[in-house]
């Protein structure tokens, strides 16, 4: 999985720059086409996931020979039918952080919607990997369950360290965390899916379950961030 045929869907492009049905000029639609095409040529996504065992405890789900506890009632009810996960990571490098600084210096309209095509391809690219995963648990008379990430629920930020570790994330595909809990390079995403026994009705996404819900930009204009 080291060539990903993206779209850069520009509805989604829009959406993550506020687009509400407003007009857009012949310059600004010229723009954002540039940069749908642009960040194909810029981006390197690296992947990498593992299946893992896992098993409920105290403080949540523990992730069986690493040091990984998934804390919080909300993933430990996500993944209350798996006995097994995939642990996944996603990032775009570094290119896009140097051009999108770059940008900001010169033409922030520019720099603004390259970053909201940057947003849109890490996800689309993170639903290829997971599509790759449904396939193949499909295959196996299995289901998967949503990729949750941290930060969603009440599945705290500070797992991100021991998460990477658990992947060799650093190593594998040059991706770090700081003191902070973010992810660098800064288009990168990690997200557990649980396995199912086929036929298991899985729950659907809410934003309410989110840790941002009270302050979420997209809430208050009545969309959805998409993760």
């Known amino acids: 999985m080291d060539v990903f045929e993206l779209d850069i869907n520009k509805e989604e492009v829009l959406r993550y720059l506020g687009y509400k049905g407003q007009d857009i000029d012949y310059n600004m639609n010229n723009t954002i086409e540039e940069c749908r095409e642009e960040i194909k040529k810029i981006i390197m996504p690296r992947v990498i996931y593992s299946y893992k065992d896992i098993k409920p405890n105290d403080d949540g789900v523990e992730v069986i020979t690493t040091n990984l506890i998934l804390k919080g009632k909300d993933i430990k009810e996500h993944l209350k039918n798996s ?9 775009l490098g570094n290119e896009i952080e140097r051009k999108t600084r770059l940008y900001g210096k010169i033409n922030l309209t520019k720099a603004l919607i390259l970053d909201a095509c940057a947003t849109t391809a890490v996800e689309e690219v993170c639903d290829i990997v997971e599509n790759s995963i449904k396939e193949k648990a499909v295959l196996g008379g299995m289901d998967i369950t949503f990729r949750y990430s941290p930060g969603y629920g009440d599945l705290p930020l500070d797992v991100q360290n021991n998460f990477l570790r658990a992947l060799d994330a650093h190593k ?3 991706l770090t965390v700081s003191e902070n809990n973010l992810l660098f390079p800064r288009k990168s995403v990690t997200a557990i899916i649980g396995i199912v026994n086929s036929g298991i009705k899985n729950k659907r996404k809410s934003c309410k379950e989110c840790s941002n819900y009270e302050n979420c930009s997209f809430k208050k204009e009545g969309e959805t961030c998409g993760a």
């Open 83 to 91: 006995t097994e996960c995939v642990l996944m990571a996603v990032t």
């Open 172 to 174: 594998k595909i040059g």
